[in-house]
């Protein structure tokens, strides 16, 4: 089974900036999910999809980080200007359905951001 | 707001030694998931625990729910080099929307 695919591994950007990450989850589930690891934290979330439709976007900067998932499989996340701060590594885990004690996240290699 | 506390952040240790991280919150989970990250990867799943009191080995790796299901720990015996990670707790919001929290993690380095 392939597993969730990010691009790019890579990504530096003076501020101000704009960029955009992608993430093909795993085929046939139905939630996806973007977190934000700063180096030496744990991950945070900042949007869960399911299927198509946002679930939960509330640590979301909405002022400059927007997502979508237009047919309810890839995803795409966009930061428009970046900050200093947004330096972290972005990644997307997917799973096979939601709720409490479902299934365990499977988890794409990230891209790290670098702003400079 | 729910919280997952792991102590200790920072763990550098010789290999064959034993340690033990722990995962604290004041909030009770219905379950919680241990993740190990190796740099440049994204977490992988180690294990869920599910009832209070709940114990489960992998290897070397002992993985305990507390009794009240507002802690865990894991505990690794004999460690080797290829241990060294960043080790996570996490555990689903109370919101039932599937949203994972995480703790900030325990950065294990294990010397040969």
């Known amino acids: 089974e392939a597993g969730v695919a990010q691009s790019p591994r890579y990504k530096i950007i003076e501020k101000r900036q704009s960029v955009a990450f992608w993430c093909n989850p795993i085929s046939g589930h139905a939630t996806l999910y973007w977190y934000q690891q700063i180096l030496g934290q744990g991950p945070k979330l900042l949007i869960q999809?399911?299927?198509?439709?946002?679930?939960?976007d509330s640590q979301l900067p909405k002022d400059r980080f927007s997502a979508e998932r237009l047919k309810g499989v890839d995803s795409t996340l966009k930061i428009q200007p970046a900050k200093l701060e947004d330096s972290a590594v972005y990644l997307c885990?997917?799973?096979?359905?939601?709720?409490?004690?479902?299934?365990?996240?499977?988890f794409g290699s990230g891209t790290r951001l670098t702003v400079v | 707001t729910q919280l997952l506390e792991q102590s200790p952040q920072f763990l550098s240790i010789q290999e064959g030694e034993n340690l033990t991280v722990y995962c604290n919150s004041s909030s009770v989970f219905s379950s919680l998931q241990w993740y190990r990250q190796e740099p440049g990867e994204g977490p992988v799943l180690l294990v869920t625990v599910v009832t209070g009191g709940e114990v489960k080995k992998l290897k070397r790796l002992t993985f305990q729910f507390g009794d009240a299901r507002k802690d865990s720990s894991l505990h690794i015996t004999a460690a080797q080099p290829g241990d060294t990670g960043l080790y996570l707790c996490a555990g689903y919001g109370s919101s039932n929307t599937g949203k994972l929290i995480f703790g900030q993690g325990t950065t294990l380095q294990v010397k040969p």
């Open positions: 999809f399911q299927n198509n439709g946002v679930v939960d």
């Open positions: 885990a997917s799973s096979l359905g939601s709720g409490q004690g479902a299934h365990g996240y499977t």
